[in-house]
């Protein structure tokens, strides 16, 4: 993706934007940043410091037309304030009519796919009596350092060891140790890939 490439495009529309809503001056003083950290939503526009604010991450699974889209949309956020004042509703009439006049449906919603955009986590592998679980490479790291996590569902302590290696020590190791407070939870789901 090349940034400086994309962001002379997002200027280009915002130009046109301005232009088709009679508002041609206001385009020179909007300021356009692409967002390495931003993913919450494809675009944001904010009306004091007019600027256009883009997700990097959401834009590289977006087709050109939901770009153009999305700069228009927020371009016209702005062109609406400009008009109307901050008072009117975001995506009330105001705004509706400078998408119409942008030549775009005024809906509101990008559906962007954006599930594979956590931050991806190393899972590591330990052991209970559930048999294998994954645990963060976090926790995994202060179990290494004596830290201890029970299981939530068969309420046994997690080990770094396989079942039978743990058999085979059961009794010589047992830990007279009390529970720790710190559960592991398992609200993580598995990731397919
Ligand atoms: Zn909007
Ligand atoms: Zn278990």
Redesign the pocket.
């Known amino acids: 993706m090349d940034w400086q490439e994309a962001l002379a495009l997002a200027r280009q529309q915002v130009i046109e934007a301005c232009e088709r809503c009679q508002t041609g001056k206001l385009a020179e003083q909007i300021t356009i940043k692409f967002n390495p950290r931003f993913t919450s939503r494809a675009g944001d526009a904010n009306y004091r410091s007019l600027t256009i604010r883009l997700s990097q991450p959401l834009w590289q699974r977006m087709a050109p037309a939901e770009r153009r889209e999305t700069v228009i949309h927020e371009a016209c956020h702005l062109i609406a304030y400009f008009h109307h004042g901050s008072q009117i509703a975001p995506h009330g009439p105001e705004w509706q009519s400078m998408m119409i006049r942008c030549g775009l449906e005024p809906k509101r919603c990008h559906q962007i796919e954006r599930s594979d955009l956590r931050r991806q986590v190393r899972r590591r592998e330990v052991y ?3 048999g294998k ?1 994954e645990i963060t490479q976090h926790r995994y790291t202060r179990m290494k350092k004596g830290h201890r996590y029970m ?1 939530r ?2 309420q ?1 302590m997690l080990t770094l060891v396989s079942p039978q290696e743990t058999k085979k020590n059961a009794k010589s190791s047992k830990s007279p140790t009390p529970p720790s407070s710190r559960r592991f939870a398992f609200f993580r789901k598995r990731r397919k890939n």
């Open positions: 209970c009596g559930c679980r299981c569902v068969c046994e």
